[in-house]
């Protein structure tokens, strides 16, 4: 079974307009984290947002939110105000086992492809 | 940028080759990890390192083999080159009890 879905390979948002990029989880275990990530064409890949499992609160960083809904395991990330730089593939990644000093690896999903347009 | 030096950048080979690909990750990172994105498999995790010794193996061939040095750089070497090798090889790191996971610019190789 897949750790990670993403069920939108592609999506299409006009520019200034807020979109929702879909993630789901599958883990048993209690304790992990899960990242968004941008890839843009130049191929780098670029830490957007994280989100703890106990954390208490979405995690937010700028236009970045994260609509974290544990109960359903799914971990969305949303863009406000989409700019035509936003323009990427997006991937979100969990990472399992986070007691301890050493953190495991990142699993990902296979991405969504996310068009801006003008 | 993320603080993790990735180099070079782009590799052109033949098939059969060895390579080196080398990671500086972000100063005071004890964990290093190896990832490779292809269009097929999409984005595999490989090995990761930390402190310089082992700690987790993922879908790495036994051709490819890995080392964290002393000044916890690391290299991934690459041997018996086949095409369906060709793919983007990024390094990431993370601090001790850290979340974060800040990834390289990537190595794109190519075997011709």
């Known amino acids: 079974a897949q750790k990670i879905t993403q069920t939108q390979p592609g999506m299409f948002v006009q520019e200034k307009e807020a979109v929702t990029l879909d993630c789901t989880y599958d883990?048993?275990?209690?304790?992990?984290?899960l990242f968004w990530y941008k890839q843009p064409s130049s191929g780098e890949m670029i830490f957007l947002i994280y989100?703890?499992?106990?954390?208490?609160q979405n995690a937010t960083e700028g236009r970045y939110s994260l609509n974290f809904q544990k109960a359903r395991k799914s971990a969305n990330l949303v863009i406000s105000a989409s700019q035509l730089g936003d323009s990427a593939m997006y991937f979100c990644?969990?990472?399992?086992?986070?007691?301890?000093?050493?953190?495991?690896?990142?699993?990902f999903g296979k991405g969504t492809k996310l068009s801006v347009k003008p | 940028d993320s603080g993790v030096t990735q180099t070079p950048k782009h590799l052109i080979t033949a098939t059969g080759q060895r390579v080196t690909l080398r990671c500086s990750p972000r100063?005071?990172?004890?964990?290093v990890y190896w990832y490779q994105q292809s269009l097929d498999q999409g984005l595999q995790f490989l090995i990761q390192?930390?402190?310089?010794?082992?700690?987790a193996k993922g879908n790495i061939l036994e051709r490819f083999s890995a080392q964290q040095f002393p000044d916890l750089h690391s290299e991934l070497n690459l041997s018996s080159l086949e095409l369906g090798d060709s793919a983007l090889y990024f390094c990431?790191?993370?601090?001790?009890?850290?979340?974060?996971?800040?990834f390289g610019q990537g190595t794109r190789l190519t075997v011709v």
């Open positions: 989100q703890g499992s106990y954390d208490q």
């Open positions: 990431a790191s993370s601090p001790d009890r850290g979340r974060e996971a800040f």
């Open positions: 990644a969990m990472r399992e086992g986070l007691n301890g000093g050493s953190q495991g690896n990142l699993i």
């Open positions: 883990t048993s275990d209690p304790s992990y984290g």
């Open positions: 100063s005071g990172d004890l964990s």
């Open positions: 390192y930390y402190n310089g010794e082992e700690r």
